[in-house]
């Protein structure tokens, strides 16, 4: 079964640096979605993407993050000056199509900032 | 705006017994809902889902009865394993006129299942 891959699994990155999420969504999907959990917390909603566009984001994707699908198969979130806080699970998404379509997740980076 | 509830864990069970994680939304409009689950070290698998008003959705054993009156999806299994020892999230997504389709998560509920 077609499944969405991140990498990696794990970053350590020190505060103030950019730090770049690498996801490969499912082929044929055309909605793509980063979301977070910081630990013990619930899953938070950041960002989705279509057609080359943000489509829709939250109040915590502000502007030291930016996402990109450089090259028609991968999609990036990147964070451009590091915060503490930031430390989180991020799971990118993605879905095929329009309307009610499931979302399918990748099993996450865990990104730790120290 | 939208928001999804579900009771807090960890629920204990024995292996063998019936599960009922209860989940509540709160939306705007028709949303459609989901569970999703969580292994340990792991990332969400999509568990089951429904879209519309009396749907069930269903997938190894569990099951789901999207209930409009009571704005409900309770989780339920007839006899749990171990194996289904993880986080169940309870999720919506609601399409909307600025094509808004992100999911809302509730705060997990953890199960543990003892031999």
């Known amino acids: 079964e077609p499944e969405v891959t991140q990498t990696p699994s794990h970053q350590v990155t020190q505060m103030g640096q950019e730090v770049i999420l690498r996801c490969v969504p499912i082929s044929n999907h055309l909605y793509f979605y980063w979301y977070r959990q910081i630990l013990g917390q619930k899953v938070e909603f950041l960002v989705s993407f279509y057609n080359n566009e943000i489509s829709e984001k939250s109040e915590i994707f502000d502007d030291q993050f930016s996402v990109e699908r450089p090259d028609g198969s991968n999609f990036t979130l990147k964070i451009r000056s590091t915060k503490l806080e930031d430390s989180a699970m991020y799971f990118c998404?993605?879905?095929?199509?329009?309307?009610?379509?499931?979302?399918?997740f990748g099993d996450g980076t865990r990104l730790s900032i120290l | 705006g939208d928001s999804v509830t579900q009771m807090e864990g960890p629920v204990t069970l024995s292996e063998e017994a019936f599960l009922t994680i209860n989940c509540t939304y709160t939306?705007?409009?028709?949303?459609?809902l989901f569970w999703y689950v969580q292994y340990p070290g792991e990332g969400l698998q999509l568990l089951l889902k429904a879209t519309k008003a009396d749907d069930k959705g269903s997938n190894k054993g569990f099951e789901a009865t999207y209930r409009k009156e009571t704005t409900s999806f309770h989780l339920e299994k007839g006899s749990v394993q171990v194996s289904d020892s993880a986080v169940y999230f309870c999720a919506l997504s609601e399409v909307m006129d600025t094509g808004r389709r992100a999911l809302t998560f509730g705060s997990g509920t953890r199960l543990q299942v003892q031999p």
């Open positions: 939306a705007t409009g028709y949303p459609s």
């Open positions: 998404a993605s879905s095929a199509g329009e309307g009610n379509q499931p979302q399918h």
